[in-house]
Antibody, heavy 122, light 109 residues
């Protein structure tokens, strides 16, 4: 069955960096677009970034553009989110989600991981 | 920029009752890209409805979606105990990006 498992979260100081991973299994990872979505404590969902199946296109929310980088390694069935210059307001649970389309044109997440918590605090 | 407004913020109902959740877009959107998710406490979101009215794999038929233009509705015909959760609507915009509504919490009355 489809499984997405995020890792890499933790406590980090403002201004520092962190890299999140999302390990995929149970489907042909290289055929699907992938999203990162976050949820601040007690708040709603906020889309962060999307990457096409072949890494040819990547798009970001304005709130993280220039600071976060989405990438993938199809040989390792793994999605990444490199987060630089972290801010207190980046504190959230970060979820990876699969898009049913290779180019994320379906515009939804049909399978989600359980998330990894990132806490930015001094 | 499209904004999705969900109402009510909280819906207090009893098991077996019908739940009607609203999602209103600030401008007309494509129903092909309107989705609904359920999020139980401490869990990841789960896709319920896509294309405004199509049930995702494994979703019971007590969940249904409808609407077009700016007004969309998620209906749960008979609430089961596991249905008490937060529900989000979501729209895909050709930025590309995903936009989420603020959520409706369905709680036990």
């Amino acid at each position: 069955q489809v499984q997405l498992v995020e890792s890499g979260g933790g406590v980090v100081q403002p201004g520092r960096s962190l890299r999140l991973s999302c390990a995929a299994s149970g489907f042909t990872f290289s055929s699907f677009g992938m999203h990162w979505v976050r949820q601040a404590p007690g708040k709603g969902l906020e889309w962060m970034a999307v990457i096409w199946y072949d890494e040819s296109n990547k798009y970001y929310a304005d709130s993280v553009k220039g600071r976060f980088t989405i990438s993938r390694d199809n040989s390792k069935n793994t999605l990444y989110l490199q987060m630089n210059s972290l801010r207190v307001e980046d504190t959230a649970v970060y979820y990876c989600a699969r898009d049913p389309s290779s180019t994320a044109a379906a515009g939804r997440g049909d399978y989600w991981g359980r998330g990894t918590l990132v806490t930015v605090s001094s | 920029e499209i904004v999705l407004t969900q109402s009510p913020g909280t819906l207090s109902l009893s098991p077996g009752e019908r739940a009607t959740l609203s999602c209103r877009a600030s401008q007309s959107v494509s129903s092909s890209y309107l989705a609904w998710y359920q999020q139980r406490p401490g869990q990841a979101p789960r896709l319920l409805i896509y294309g405004a009215s199509k049930r995702a794999t494994g979703i019971p038929d007590r969940f249904s979606g409808s609407g077009s233009g700016t007004d969309f509705t998620l209906t749960i015909t008979r609430l089961e105990p596991e249905d008490f959760a937060v529900y989000y609507c979501q729209q895909y915009v050709n930025s590309p990006s995903l936009i989420f509504g603020g959520g409706t919490k369905v709680e036990i009355k």
